[in-house]
């Protein structure tokens, strides 16, 4: 078991606190002042840990693509062929009621647009952890079309970054609507993709 020293423990604690603030406000809604009354930490320690907010968003965002990458790990290695795997991913988008979606907690779906503009170095952080999910989207329609599950006809890479944006959009939509029903288009849209030749 890996013990984390106490300073350790005291930055990934502003850094989760930082993540659920950003996730309700946007990285801009949250100011240092909150931020320290949250964590219940000292202004002189946020300090200790981070040169500037930039680089707090540069850190937070670091962590969540780890830690994103994680949960891709256990998601892709669920047993099954190729397309119940793709699959099993994009149903983490859905919430069951009983936890937060990935649709619901996804930091693409609430910073790509604001930190673009805002932060290169933030953006850029981002961009990789949308890379990452690209490639092992990819990978795993290239072993669903080897093992007989995704049509033959379907290109990966295309088809991941194709199936990608549609989910991004369809949780903007349904988080601006309040409303799921994009979510479940995009489901019908996926599972259509992968049987369709060409793919998306």
């Given amino acids: 078991m890996v013990t984390m020293k ?30 320290l009354e949250q964590s219940a930490v000292p202004k002189g320690s946020f300090y200790y840990y981070f040169a500037s907010k930039e680089a707090f968003g540069c850190a937070l965002l670091k962590q969540y693509c780890s830690d994103y990458a994680e949960r891709l790990d256990a998601l892709f290695g669920w047993k099954g062929n190729g397309r119940q795997r793709v699959m099993h991913y994009w ?18 779906v609430k910073l790509a647009a604001e930190i673009s503009d805002l932060s290169d170095n933030m953006r850029v952080i981002l961009l990789g952890g949308v890379e990452d999910l690209i490639r092992r989207l990819t990978k795993t329609i290239t072993e669903g079309r080897e093992d007989g599950s995704i049509s033959p006809s379907c290109i990966p890479e295309k088809t991941a970054r194709s199936l990608y944006s549609l989910w991004l959009g369809a949780a903007i939509l349904a988080k601006l609507g309040r409303d799921k029903t994009p979510l479940d288009q995009a489901m019908l849209a996926t599972e259509q993709a992968l049987t369709a030749p060409g793919g998306l």
């Fill in 6 to 35: 106490k300073s350790e423990l005291t930055r990934s604690h502003i850094l989760a606190i930082g993540r659920e603030l950003v996730l309700r406000k946007g990285f801009g809604g949250v100011g240092l002042k909150e931020l």
């Fill in 91 to 108: 149903n983490a988008w859905l919430s069951d009621g009983n936890s937060a979606s990935l649709a619901e907690r996804c930091l693409v």
